[in-house]
DNA sequence: CAGCCGTGGGA
DNA sequence: TTCCCAAGGCT
């Protein structure tokens, strides 16, 4: 859930999880769309397909339990080199190195002296971050690998911040790079997200559509673009239950052609985020 | 590696 | 108001 999602967004839905679905056997048991309508609207729904699929996998190979060893929970669906390794050293005290974007930049600007880190991670910031972790070959080092991985984010997270960072309050701000190079500009420009007229924004009104309808919806509903004329009465047509109206409204208000929802609607359905039959499209069973 | 995949709160 | 970007993963 946290991934590319900030904490406070994601906190009330885990404790809705984990009241839910305490164990991984639970999960496992409901159709996947459950674990998707759940999701609700953190985004990137296709990560409560994978957490769905990464229970099961749970049950079926590891007895339901979490597997401490790097390896095994980098095999698991979702799980990349950065949740294998919170998992590992956080909930094990496995000391794997922990790089996510807080710790990133922390290394990117108090070791490398860069306003951010690159924009896509590269070798060299891994090597660094390999670098930088403590010695684990004594029980002490493996403890302070693991402060070193909470430690870092932390810091990252509260302190070393994207857009204006604390450093008056930073701790490490005598020894920071970036401060001794005199806090330099970002040695690129990032190019913001496009999100009007894309086809993410397409599918999450889709989406949106789904998880508001109990059962199917048509798919005539989905792929057909609004007509202004017709001033909103096409969505009751479609037969919903009211809950879903408002949904499938925002959805044929969206400037997107045929073609584009066609490409949308079929997209779904091949990532598994949805379901087509006789009745029409649904969140998967 | 580059591109793609949601969402919304804060600067 | 607009723009940025957040505990990434996968193809």
New binding site residues.
């Given amino acids: 859930?946290?991934?590319?999602?900030?904490?406070?967004?994601?906190l009330p839905v885990w404790e809705s999880w984990m009241e839910r679905w305490p164990t991984p056997e639970d999960l496992a048991a409901e159709p996947a769309g459950e674990a998707v309508r759940a999701w609700?609207?953190?985004?990137?729904?296709?990560?409560a397909l994978?957490l769905h699929a990464c229970a099961r996998e749970l049950v079926e190979v590891h007895g339901g339990e979490v597997p401490a060893d790097l390896e095994e929970l980098?095999a698991?669906?979702?799980?990349?080199?950065?949740?294998?390794?919170?998992v590992a050293s956080?909930a094990f005290g496995v000391p794997a190195a922990v790089v996510?974007?807080?710790v990133?930049?922390v290394e990117a600007r108090a070791w490398t002296g860069n306003a951010?880190p690159?924009?896509?991670?590269?070798?060299a910031e891994a090597r660094l971050a390999h670098e930088l972790m403590p010695d684990t070959s004594t029980p002490e080092g493996i403890a302070e690998a693991n402060a070193w991985n909470?430690a870092s984010?932390?810091l990252?997270?509260l302190i070393c911040?994207?857009?204006?960072p604390r450093c008056d309050e930073c701790p490490v701000q005598a020894s920071c790079a970036w401060i001794a190079a005199g806090r330099p500009a970002?040695h690129y420009?990032?190019?913001?997200?496009?999100?009007e007229g894309?086809?993410?924004?397409?599918?999450?009104?889709?989406?949106?559509v789904l998880?508001a309808a109990d059962g199917a919806v048509p798919a005539a509903a989905l792929r057909t673009p609004g007509d202004p004329a017709e001033a909103g009465s096409a969505p009751q047509d479609a037969g919903l239950e009211p809950d879903a109206v408002p949904t499938l409204r925002a959805l044929r208000r969206l400037a997107a052609g045929a073609e584009q929802r066609e490409?949308?609607l079929a997209?779904?359905l091949a990532?598994g985020?949805a379901v087509a039959d006789g009745e029409g499209v649904a969140l998967p069973a």
Avoid: H, I
Avoid at 118 to 123: A, D, F, I, K, L
């Fill in positions: 859930m946290l991934q590319q999602t900030p904490v406070v967004r994601v609700e609207k953190l985004g990137y729904p296709r990560r994978r980098l698991l669906p979702g799980v990349g080199e950065y949740t294998a390794a919170a956080f996510d974007t807080n990133r930049r951010l690159e924009p896509s991670y590269t070798r909470a984010m932390e990252g997270a911040t994207a857009r204006s970002p420009t990032p190019k913001g997200q496009a999100w894309t086809d993410r924004q397409v599918r999450g009104a889709m989406m949106a998880r490409r949308c997209g779904l990532d985020l």
